[in-house]
């Protein structure tokens, strides 16, 4: 599978306090939409920010579990989705348009831990 781009995605509450923060911390810049934020350092997209209005603070090491998921941006949804399956991969999420010119489809690692394969 080739992967084009990795981005570390954080569910949070309150989008432009997040965002804020990593870009403070990392040097960057944010770039924000409604629902979504991304993070910019040396231009390159480093960290994505993505509402969760219902979302509960971590409570490490015991209590509510660490929030966080993986974005891989690949070139090949079909091979990319047969490779992580054959890895032991489920399918969570099936995109709305896999043939379209950008999505994503959610999947858990055998762990349960959520990832998504994206393009565009």
Known sequence: MEITKRITVFDAADLAAESAFWAGLLGGTVEA?????????????????????????????????????????????????????????????????PDGPEGFQVYADPAGHPFCLCWG
Request: glycine share 6%; no cysteine.
């Open 33 to 97: 939409e409604d629902d979504w934020h991304t993070v910019y350092v040396d231009k390159q997209p480093q960290l994505g920010f993505q509402l969760a209005p219902d979302h509960r603070r971590p409570q490490w090491p015991d209590g509510v579990p660490q929030q966080i998921h993986l974005d891989l941006y690949i070139t090949d949804l079909a091979g990319a989705h047969a490779e992580a399956m054959a890895l032991g991969a489920e399918l969570l999420q099936a995109a709305e348009d």
